[in-house]
């Protein structure tokens, strides 16, 4: 619930400062983050997308024994980016896109015994495409690989970790334009 209120506030901040033409809002959602876009199409072929991420999970361990103590772990993410697209018309009431997003990403995990904070970057080629089903409102899916690099700061003994990751993720997104 509180993702849904967040989603909702910062749409409304994104409704207000991108009222013009070719500017919408889009959103994706799982289980446990929600993603908002501000689709802005700059002509009829290139597409500016910034988009907020927010995702939270909270895991509760019961090791039903005396001798080893239960533990929370508690997860925030946040991203924050802009999307880059090529757009083509495949066939009435359908486009596709491709390009690439670049994002700044953050990460506090913290537990009953340790505390990490993550920050780094990510770059994501992306391909997707979206059906229109009225002027407005389209529907949509895409694929993206994405690199990201990132550092680790453990704030009980005051070390820093370095590490980078790959991988690939695909959504569903709907969209609507102003």
Known sequence: MKNTLKAIAFSAV????TAFAGAGVGMSATSDDVTIYVPIDAG??????????????E????????????????????????GL??????VSNVSGYYGARLSYISRELE????KYDT?????????????????????????EWYYQSTETDNNENE???DSSQTGTETRIIARFRF
């Open 159 to 161: 070390t820093t970790q």
């Open 85 to 90: 697209f090529g757009r083509a018309s495949v």
């Open 59 to 82: 895991t509760e361990t019961d090791y039903n024994t005396e001798f080893v103590a239960n533990d929370k772990i508690e997860s925030t993410n946040y991203e924050l980016g802009v």
């Open 119 to 143: 920050s780094g970057y990510r770059i994501a080629p992306t391909l997707g495409f979206e059906y229109f089903l009225t002027e407005k409102f389209s529907v949509g899916g895409e694929a």
């Open 111 to 114: 537990s009953s015994s340790v």
């Open 14 to 17: 994104c409704l207000s400062s």
């Open 44 to 57: 009829k072929h290139f597409r500016i997308e910034p988009l907020f991420r927010y995702g939270y999970s």
